[in-house]
């Protein structure tokens, strides 16, 4: 093929590529190799100007073309990683990455590069160490900064990743995406006004960004400004119904706002594009919850559990709509499962100590709400569940003081003054008994606290 203005050097091509030119570039390497057609650096810069024209597919046959003729090319093979990485085959990518730092140790880029496919197959913590030596070669590295930051982000170093973003707006103060991550990392820091800030000046420099206005309308939720998240929401989902996160976090938000349909209908919709999503599980399965169908909601926590076994929370909730079920056995199985690789966390222990509870094993609830109080002192669940375990068992005193903490973290929960009104009335304070009794009427499920026994459950 000779090139659009007559035939040119191997130079005046890679001239035109560096420019930016590249059909002049493509036609020129082309040109040069119908001439010498194992001239292996020119494949490879054949299969860049076609990686970069977004042609994949030939520039992939172009740079394994580079390797057949210099199987030693550091730059051939970090290049083919980089094709393969846009082609969505982190794994493929990342075997050839590995070749080009080991045949390059000093090449900067190639770790950068090896990192992205780190992170794209979900090894973040690998990811960071990839970045991190990419960045002693070349310390003010725009590219390993950011990836090092996103890394960050998938480990929940929120204080770091912002550090990281920091690092490149310093260098390049125009990054929009480096300020929609700062504000990510902001909003799990609980810095709302400056996330939304970031996310502001992310959309002045792109404007429209559907993720960046995800996540200002995520923001805007967290700060309690439901309507004008709604309407962001309401927005994103006009244009592109089918977006994952704007659904995800939009249900979040009508459950919160007790609207529970209506979260189900959005966790639902993206069920039906990939039924393995596990947020979408999760949160479809928490919502049932709360709308007592534990049934239904178990179905959601076992289908998770199966795809992220080790997450806590699943496990969490997975055992408590077993104990709604009275299925009190699993329910403990479910729990201990998850206790096995977080044994310190306050939301399993005090499902273990339900299940415990429902099987009339009641010191050994007390013990794993306990637990779970010494982990996490404010607790509220703990604090009550404990309260009724020592009403249980005679313990009134002890209780009173247990639901007192309970009232400091949550001073009218009707639930608790519900508890504390029955446990005056039971040791004949009446009182003291009728002055909280009345929270019964908003009480969230039941008139009365229920007790756990190991009698059978009566089914008519």
């Known amino acids: 093929m000779t090139p659009p203005n007559g035939p040119v050097s191997l130079d005046d091509a890679l001239a035109a590529h560096t420019a930016g030119d590249l059909a002049t570039a493509i036609a020129g390497y082309r040109y040069f190799l119908a001439t010498d057609p194992n001239h292996a650096e020119t494949h490879r810069l054949l299969g860049l100007a076609l990686y970069q024209g977004h042609a994949l597919a030939d520039a992939r046959d172009e740079l394994e073309r580079a390797i057949s003729l210099a199987p030693t090319s550091a730059a051939a093979a970090s290049d083919l990683g980089l094709v393969l990485l846009a082609a969505k ?39 960071v160490t990839s970045f991190e030596t990419a960045l002693e070669l070349t310390p003010n590295d725009i590219e390993a900064i950011f990836n090092l ?7 929940k170093q ?14 390049f103060h125009d990054h929009a995406a480096a300020w929609n991550n700062r504000g990510s990392a902001l909003l799990h820091l609980n810095r709302h006004t400056a996330a939304l800030d970031s996310f502001d000046t992310s959309l002045a420099l792109r404007p429209g960004h559907i993720e ?31 977006h994952r996160n704007a659904r995800l976090n939009r249900g979040r938000l009508l459950l919160r706002q007790g609207h529970p349909e209506a979260a189900l209908d959005d966790f639902s919709t993206i069920l ?9 599980l999760y949160n479809r399965a928490t919502t049932r919850l709360s709308m007592s169908l534990p049934a239904d909601a178990l179905a959601d926590f076992d289908r998770a559990a199966m795809l992220a076994p080790s997450a806590p929370d699943i496990r969490e909730n997975q055992a408590r709509a077993l104990v709604e079920m009275a299925r009190f056995e699993q329910a403990l199985n479910a729990a201990e499962i998850g206790l096995v690789t977080t044994p310190a966390h306050p939301g399993l222990l005090n499902a273990a100590g339900l299940a415990y509870a429902g099987l009339g094993r009641l010191t050994e609830a007390l013990a794993a709400h306990d637990a779970a109080i010494a982990v996490a002192p404010g607790n509220l669940d703990a ?14 005193e002890e209780a009173l003081d247990a639901y007192a903490a309970a009232l400091d973290a949550s001073p009218n929960n009707p639930d608790i003054r519900t508890c504390v009104a029955l446990a005056h009335l039971m040791r004949g304070d009446f ?17 009365v606290p229920e007790r756990h026994s190991n009698l059978p459950v009566w089914d008519g």
Request: charged share 25%; proline share 4%.
């Open 89 to 127: 085959l982190p794994e493929d990518a990342l075997l050839h990455l590995e070749t080009a730092v080991t045949l390059a140790p000093g090449f900067a880029e190639a770790w950068v590069r090896r990192g992205s496919a780190l992170l794209a197959l979900n090894r973040p913590g690998d990811a």
């Open 149 to 155: 930051g996103c890394a960050l982000l998938a480990l």
């Open 158 to 171: 929120w204080m770091e990743a912002r550090d990281c973003f920091d690092a490149v707006l310093s260098l």
């Open 212 to 242: 960046t206005q995800v996540n200002r309308a995520t923001t805007l939720a967290a700060m309690n400004r439901d309507s004008e998240a709604l309407a962001v929401f309401a927005r994103i989902l006009s244009t592109s119904p089918e």
């Open 272 to 280: 039906k594009a990939d039924p393995d999503d596990v947020d979408a």
């Open 383 to 396: 604090l009550h569940n404990r309260g009724l375990i020592l009403d249980d068992l005679g313990r009134t």
């Open 431 to 447: 009182t003291e008994g009728w002055v909280d009794f009345a929270a019964r009427h908003h009480r969230s499920h039941h008139a």
